[in-house]
């Protein structure tokens, strides 16, 4: 049997498409079409339910990628070790996508260890969930950090940590602020303190106000700046309050730069997870970064 006839078969059952698969092999998808069909006349049993959108594995598909997959993984790491056994140019370089401040303070230090082993990185910001699923899917990314937990049967997806989000603002703000009179009346008790966010719709305070206060935002935002470490360095300088979560900010709140306004006894929570495409775990370079990051989660 073709080995480029399985590796494309691998590449589809692991895409859910054939398009996002020729995308990944550098194909076209009539070219991988065509493969697919011959694989299943040598077969004699049809691979995968074709569907509007995208395809899903027969049972004798499931099958065959369970078997093939681990050796063509295999083959291919073999293949990269003899071509450069001394780790160098020809590694394998890891794509990774996410929000620029959790990538920056969190994931890359982490990784950065792999550089010295012969891997190489390249970094993607992107901030929206679907845009940063939709390059895992059509094969722009290796492995994405994401809040949004996605579903179906393309994505696996791994919980890495809960993010911490904490109301504050600089000292002379938080001094107008009694935290028993914020407990007893709310958001109401900070009226008259401007509001710091990454977006115009509040998405950060909004979600602090509902989960904290069971209420909604009545104030506009008065400083809007769509990065993380900004909203961070106006509330510094005094521009209002904001919501931030704890990892970017317990650096400022241990030097008394920013003081926590409320300490809430359930603090909102968010959940980041590490997301790969559906079986690539199996690759060497992927499932060591994978495993990289989990173990240095546990310190965050």
Same mark, same amino acid.
């Given at each position: 049997?073709?080995?480029?006839?399985?590796?494309?078969?691998?590449?589809?059952?692991?895409?859910?498409?054939?398009?996002?698969?020729?995308?990944?092999?550098?194909?076209?998808?009539?070219?991988?079409?065509?493969?697919?069909?011959?694989?299943?006349?040598?077969?004699?049993?049809?691979?995968?339910?074709?569907?509007?959108?995208?395809?899903?594995?027969?049972?004798?598909?499931?099958?065959?990628? =369970?078997?093939?997959?681990?050796?063509?993984?295999?083959?291919?790491?073999?293949?990269?070790?003899?071509?450069?056994?001394?780790?160098?140019?020809?590694?394998?370089?890891?794509?990774?996508?996410?929000?620029?401040?959790?990538?920056?303070?969190?994931?890359?230090?982490?990784?950065?260890?792999?550089?010295?082993?012969?891997?190489?990185?390249?970094?993607? #910001?992107?901030?929206?969930?679907?845009? $940063?699923?939709?390059?895992?899917?059509?094969?722009?990314?290796?492995? $994405?950090?994401?809040?949004?937990?996605?579903?179906?049967? !393309?994505?696996?997806?791994?919980?890495?940590?809960? #993010?911490? =989000?904490?109301?504050?603002? +600089?000292?002379?703000?938080?001094?107008?602020?009694?935290?028993?009179?914020?407990?007893?009346?709310?958001?109401?008790?900070?009226?008259?303190?401007?509001?710091?966010?990454?977006? #115009?719709? !509040?998405?950060?305070?909004?979600?602090?106000?509902?989960?904290?206060?069971?209420?909604?935002?009545?104030?506009?935002?008065?400083?809007?700046?769509?990065?993380?470490?900004?909203?961070? #360095?106006?509330?510094?300088?005094?521009?209002?309050?904001?919501?931030?979560?704890?990892?970017?900010?317990?650096?400022? !709140?241990?030097?008394?730069?920013?003081?926590?306004?409320?300490?809430?006894?359930?603090?909102?929570?968010?959940?980041?997870?590490?997301?790969?495409?559906?079986?690539?775990?199996?690759?060497?370079?992927?499932? *060591?970064?994978?495993?990289?990051? !989990?173990?240095? +989660?546990? *310190?965050?």
């Amino acid at each position: 049997m073709d080995l480029a006839l399985l590796r494309t078969f691998v590449a589809v059952h692991r895409a859910g498409s054939f398009t996002r698969a020729a995308a990944l092999l550098g194909l076209s998808q009539p070219a991988v079409t065509s493969q697919i069909r011959t694989l299943e006349r040598q077969l004699g049993r049809p691979l995968f339910h074709r569907r509007a959108r995208g395809v899903t594995p027969t049972a004798v598909g499931d099958e065959l990628a =369970h078997k093939a997959a681990p050796h063509l993984d295999a083959l291919l790491a073999l293949t990269e070790a003899e071509d450069d056994p001394a780790g160098g140019s020809h590694a394998r370089t890891l794509h990774v996508a996410g929000p620029p401040e959790f990538l920056g303070l969190r994931v890359l230090p982490a990784l950065a260890p792999l550089v010295g082993q012969g891997q190489g990185l390249r970094v993607t #910001e992107v901030t929206g969930a679907q845009e $940063v699923l939709d390059g895992l899917a059509a094969g722009h990314h290796d492995l $994405v950090v994401t809040t949004a937990r996605p579903r179906g049967g !393309l994505f696996a997806a791994t919980a890495l940590c809960d #993010e911490e =989000h904490v109301l504050l603002a +600089a000292p002379y703000w938080a001094a107008l602020v009694d935290p028993g009179v914020l407990g007893a009346k709310g958001p109401a008790a900070l009226d008259g303190i401007p509001l710091v966010d990454v977006h #115009e719709s !509040l998405p950060l305070v909004g979600r602090y106000w509902s989960a904290v206060f069971d209420a909604s935002p009545t104030a506009a935002a008065t400083v809007v700046v769509p990065d993380l470490r900004a909203v961070l #360095e106006c509330v510094r300088a005094g521009a209002g309050l904001a919501v931030l979560p704890r990892y970017l900010c317990q650096e400022a !709140l241990d030097r008394g730069q920013v003081v926590a306004l409320l300490e809430p006894p359930v603090p909102p929570l968010r959940t980041w997870f590490l997301v790969v495409r559906t079986g690539e775990l199996a690759l060497a370079h992927l499932g *060591r970064a994978h495993d990289r990051l !989990l173990r240095a +989660a546990d *310190r965050w």
